[in-house]
């Protein structure tokens, strides 16, 4: 008897349980289920954009408008995206725009696929399988984006950034970036913009000769900076290499495809046939309206030889152009 109470005490207050909660929830059940963000766009939309043809006006009728649009990591109304201009589609697509056309669509989600069977979160030895074959490994260095050269642990010198890697198809029109071996993002690019904006990576060519003068004051850091002569610095100076540190400068390999004119650096601040003049310590741009370029440089000995090195920045010391003595 004791027994059969117990299990009516029981059953009371399951019942009376239940019915508190079909009170609050007015009857209704509720499933609590994990949110799964959507996806701003459909698999299906993206592979009607052409990366080689399809202009902004197509990537809007397509996929409607983004969640932004930018700039250099600028954000920009839609009024000030003109001719050139990134479109972000919830962090999960951006369609680069250069001159009013795709440039590049990039793929940072894994469940998008475009057009070939990469995706984001593959093996990287499989997506590598689909691409053409990679011609050397480069391993310890920062990324000089030359095409189907992998870049292993990649490390700037300044960001050592162990695990990511980078490879680029341009015959397939694809670049991965990978992260502990999977792809982290894919990269489709227009494949006539590529190769033409390789073959024109060019720095200081001497558009506006100048081979006699005096040299002229400029401001560097917000001083004057008057003309200081360098007996080491005069002579002639052969490009060799572009590259992140000095430290990665191998005169067997060239890392980049930058070039850039040798320097026949003469007396009283002159550069033969260069936009440049200098004075001790600085290469700087006197002919440039307003803010001024200036290279800081310094002179190294190896093996034998003389180099010059300019620094894209006063303070630190990578992002090097590297120069041989020659004469």
């Avoid at 052409?50 to 397509?62: A, M």
């Avoid at 050139?84 to 795709?102: A, R, S, T």
């Avoid at 600085?282 to 034998?304: H, K, Q």
Wanted: glycine content about 6%; some cysteine; charged content about 30%.
């Amino acid at each position: 008897m004791r027994r059969m109470l117990n299990l009516i005490v029981v059953l009371l207050f399951v019942i009376s349980f239940t019915s508190c909660i079909e009170d609050e929830f007015d009857g209704k059940t509720t499933i609590v289920e994990e949110e799964i963000e959507k996806l701003k766009v459909d698999n299906e939309n993206l592979g009607k954009l052409d990366v080689d043809s399809s202009s902004y006006e197509d990537v809007v009728n397509i996929l409607g408008e983004p969640s932004s649009y930018s700039y250099r990591e600028e954000i920009l109304e839609k009024s000030e995206a003109i001719d050139d201009f990134y479109m972000d589609y919830d962090g999960q697509v951006v369609i680069k725009i250069q001159n009013k056309m795709v440039d590049e669509i990039r793929i940072y989600d894994d469940r998008i696929r475009y057009l070939k069977n990469l995706y984001v979160g593959q093996a990287k030895e499989e997506a590598l399988s689909q691409l053409s074959p990679v011609k050397e490994t480069y391993t310890n260095i920062g990324v000089y984006y030359e095409s189907y050269i992998l870049y292993n642990d990649i490390n700037y010198g300044y960001s050592d950034v162990k695990g990511v890697s980078y490879y680029s198809d341009p015959s397939n029109g694809v670049r991965l970036w990978f992260d502990n071996n999977a792809v982290s993002t894919v990269y489709y690019f227009n494949k006539e913009n590529y190769l033409e904006h390789e073959s024109k990576i060019s720095y200081l060519k001497g558009s506006s000769p100048y081979d006699s003068g005096e040299y002229v004051t400029t401001e560097i850091n917000g001083n004057d900076v008057e003309f200081e002569t360098d007996a080491d610095l005069l002579g002639k100076w052969e490009f060799k290499d572009y590259v992140y540190i000095y430290e990665d400068f191998d005169e067997e390999r060239k890392l980049s495809n930058i070039q850039f004119i040798d320097l026949d650096i003469r007396e009283n601040g002159i550069i033969k046939d260069c936009d440049f003049m200098w004075t001790k310590g600085y290469l700087v741009n006197v002919f440039m309206r307003g803010s001024r370029m200036v290279y800081r440089y310094e002179l190294a000995e190896r093996e034998g030889e003389t180099y010059l090195l300019l620094y894209t920045s006063l303070e630190d010391d990578y992002n090097v152009y590297v120069f041989k003595n020659v004469e």
